[in-house]
């Protein structure tokens, strides 16, 4: 369901299926086990999730609090075709993070 990549100054996170009710919970508890405190960018990449709930929306704020609390940057990779970007766009969290149509693979800016 998740996979990480550890480089130094970025945490990249890709989420693979659906974030609903039945495993917001345990994904979030994963999310905090897998990625480093040290990491002041944590990048999620959606672009292969396919159905968002609003447990999982819930999921998605919160994480963005959380890092915003450290002064760490977090970014998502939403695709614009992506069955889930509209949901993200409604709830308003494309103001509180940064929603980007595709990961970018050059230099991954740090600090918030």
Do not use: H
């Not at 999921?59 to 509209?86: C, E, T």
């Not at 766009?89 to 990961?103: F, H, K, P, R």
């Amino acid at each position: 369901r998740i996979e990480v990549e550890d480089t130094p100054g970025l945490c990249l996170l890709r989420i693979k299926g659906e974030i609903d009710m039945s495993n917001a919970q345990e994904l979030s508890a994963e999310i905090e086990a897998a990625v480093p405190n040290s990491a002041p960018t944590l990048v999620v990449d959606l672009a292969e999730t396919s159905y968002l709930d609003s447990a999982g929306v819930k999921l998605l704020f919160l994480l963005a609090d959380r890092y915003r609390a450290r002064r760490r940057v977090l970014r998502l990779v939403v695709p614009p075709d992506s069955p889930i970007r509209a949901v993200l766009e409604l709830t308003g969290l494309a103001q509180v993070v940064s929603l980007e149509e595709q990961l970018d693979e050059g230099p991954m800016p740090t600090g918030a």
